[in-house]
Nanobody, 125 residues
Framework: EVQLVESGGGLVQAGGSLRLSCTVSGFTFRDYIVTWFRQAPGKEREGISCISISDGNTYVADSVKGRFTISSDAASNTVYLQMNGLKSEDTASYYC??????????????????WGQGTQVTVSS
């Protein structure tokens, strides 16, 4: 059974940092790409960062570039999202999703087969 479990969300003041984790099981980690999405109330889900587990190449959306960093640890089957310089507009539910692929060509949500339950990030101003 494929599972993705997010953790690390919470309440933080503007300018602060959080690190989200996405631990996956049930598939061969290196054969997949993993993307972090977020969805704020009343807004569409946005793919913000993707990593190819096989070669480490990444994609980062302009909205978070320079502040968020995605990484992976094959030993623990975990993908991280380090979020620095958080802003109130980063408040959202954050989800990780996986797709059988070798490159982050698309971060459209309909491309991803497996999803976690999400973790809430709230940034107070």
């Amino acid at each position: 059974e494929v599972q993705l479990v997010e953790s690390g969300g919470g309440l933080v003041q503007a300018g602060g940092s959080l690190r989200l984790s996405c631990t996956v099981s049930g598939f061969t980690f290196r054969d997949y790409i993993v993307t972090w999405f977020r969805q704020a109330p009343g807004k569409e889900r946005e793919g913000i960062s993707c990593i190819s587990i096989s070669d480490g190449n990444t994609y980062v959306a302009d909205s978070v570039k320079g502040r968020f960093t995605i990484s992976s640890d094959a030993a623990s089957n975990t993908v991280y999202l380090q979020m620095n310089g958080l802003k109130s507009e980063d408040t959202a539910s954050y989800y990780c999703a996986a797709q059988w692929a070798r490159a982050c060509i698309s971060v459209a949500e309909w491309e991803f087969d497996y999803w976690g339950q999400g973790t809430q990030v709230t940034v107070s101003s």
